[in-house]
């Protein structure tokens, strides 16, 4: 037999194959990327007898708070300002601490019980105190703190459209650390997922699921507090009363229908129509059209 040369001793030997437990190691690493198990975070971080102190708790506290030094920030600063005048003052602000927070905890209640809960409520009426079950609406907080700022803003003489304004630039401080104890409680959490960043919640049963919580919390908190900011700052948008409102308003909407697309329907409710529709969508899609009117009604108004 004539010999063959190497050019045809490669063309005739079959390429080597990885070994079997190199594959089984591969598919183990991808396996253990794909789902992430949930970080063990105590929803309480500290307990003494029956007094707990919740991170959800914690996460109102430091919102309102943050979000209240930043407001004072933007009160100070008198050149954001139409003819370089604040329209509200310190101790405006400081009395206005009282009525934000409790537009939020009764609105945010009262809303997600009306919006999600209704039918359980009314079967057992305590249902409504127990925070616990289902938590709160930032629907509800909404509208709860937009009555709060009306009815403040008249009692002081204050211009509601730059009180709604210097309110809605420091919201999504508020949203970014009320997110975050959502992901901490294992709660809202997201669709099914086979994304390397997916996880595993506790009570999400035993497959991996979109956080869509840190998904809220960096569209809603960090993206938005950051455009709202340049606007702010860089194109003097507290200039134009309504113009911050209305972009805070469209942004959020926006935002929470994208992230609707990723995050688990509530189990009473369920998707509303064609297995996509939510009730978080349908709540922001007329937030969505307020916001673009505020946008054009404050550009009509500066013009």
């Known amino acids: 037999m004539a010999a063959l040369d190497r050019g045809e001793i490669a063309r005739h030997v079959p390429p080597k194959q990885p070994a079997r437990h190199e594959n089984n190691k591969l598919e183990t690493l991808a396996t253990r990327l794909a789902i992430l ?54 101790q ?57 700022m009306i009815l403040f803003a008249r009692k002081n003489k204050i211009a509601i459209w730059s009180l ?16 975050i104890a959502n992901f901490i409680n294992g709660e809202l959490w997201g ?37 709202l900011a340049w606007f702010i700052y860089r194109r003097y948008a507290l200039k134009s009363p309504g113009l911050v409102t209305g972009i805070f308003v469209l942004g959020y909407a926006l935002s929470r229908i994208f992230v609707e697309f990723f995050r688990e329907p509530d189990a009473q409710i369920g998707y509303l129509v064609g297995g996509w529709l939510t009730m978080g969508m349908l709540l922001s899609l007329p937030m969505a059209l307020a916001g673009i009117w505020a946008i054009a009604r404050a550009r009509r108004a500066a013009a």
């Open 92 to 148: 405006q602000l400081d009395d206005f601490l009282l009525w934000a927070a409790g537009g939020i905890v009764l609105g945010g209640r009262i809303g997600y019980i009306l919006f999600y809960d209704l039918g359980s409520v009314l079967a057992n009426p305590i249902r409504a105190l127990e925070i616990w079950n289902g938590g709160m609406s930032f629907h509800g907080g909404f509208l709860g703190t937009t009555l709060a």
């Open 164 to 179: 709604f304004d210097i309110v809605a630039a420091v919201v999504p401080i508020g949203l970014f650390f009320g997110r």
């Open 37 to 90: 198990p949930f970080p063990e975070i105590d929803p309480v971080i500290v307990q003494i007898g029956p007094l707990a102190i919740h991170w959800y708790g914690l996460a109102y506290v430091a919102g309102i708070l943050l979000g209240w030094f930043y407001a004072r920030r933007l009160a100070t600063n008198a050149a954001l300002w139409r003819d370089d005048k604040p329209a509200i003052t310190l």
């Open 191 to 227: 669709r099914l997922s086979s994304m390397p960043w997916a996880i595993v919640f506790p009570t999400g049963g035993p497959f991996a699921r979109h956080p869509s919580q840190l998904y809220e919390a960096a569209l809603e908190g960090i993206v938005l507090l950051s455009v």
